[in-house]
């Protein structure tokens, strides 16, 4: 009987958890999505994960457990799919890059080297730019020699307002997540994504596969989660300021 009673509440206390989890999400969807953006067209969002097939990216260590190393694409990808999950459940249509552990190179018949990353570059600026999203974000892992460095950080392209306004938000918003990371949005004119897309583009740079604490974190599913909600919410704050 008591076990009864006892797996009665458990089941009564989950499924208020799952209430308030959902009413949350929904009463976010309501404010977010009702004023400006009300009578719209549907908000379409391109998410770009880094890398993919041949390409790994940077590559970190895990230091707790096997001390197995840590691609960049593989994080990307995790991360770009829940993103998307959410971006879904927001009303949001949403485009994905790649969804497999793939390159796009493959679709230009390039060769190995420099002109396969040039050609996989290409067929995802052809892609953003016939679907002519409201945003772009790309998703990365950043490094550096030196392992404490960390902290996520946001990039636009120096010539476009759209995409500063848009990485502002997002770096503020991912700072809500990693509470000691105090940097700032970086402009930048050279790389090949936001210099060739015709339409506001960000590469969010979410942590550092360098930094072992941060590597943990950054493969954590439940961290993994959080982030993607942050980013989540900053897109759908640029997309009601627009």
Known sequence: ???FILLKWTLYFLALVLLYRLGG???FYVETFSGETAGKDVCVVVVDPGHGGPDPGKVGTRTMGDDTEVLE???NLQIAR???????QGGIQVHMTREEDVDLSSQGGASAGSRKKASD??????????????LTVSIHQNSFPQQNISGGQIFYHRGSEAG??????????IGELQTENHRQPKANDDYYLLV???????????GFLTNPEECELLCDEEYQEQLAWKLYMG?????RKR
């Not at 897109?235 to 997309?239: E, M, N, S």
């Open 1 to 3: 009987m008591k076990r």
């Open 164 to 173: 500063k306004a848009a990485a502002a938000i997002l770096q503020k918003a």
């Open 121 to 134: 570059m290409s067929a995802r600026v052809a892609m953003i730019n016939a679907l002519k999203p409201d």
């Open 235 to 239: 897109i759908v704050r640029y997309l």
């Open 82 to 88: 829940k993103l998307k999950t959410f971006l879904e």
């Open 196 to 206: 060739h897309t015709d339409t506001p583009t960000v590469i969010a740079e979410c």
């Open 73 to 75: 694409k593989d994080v």
């Open 25 to 27: 999400l929904v009463a």
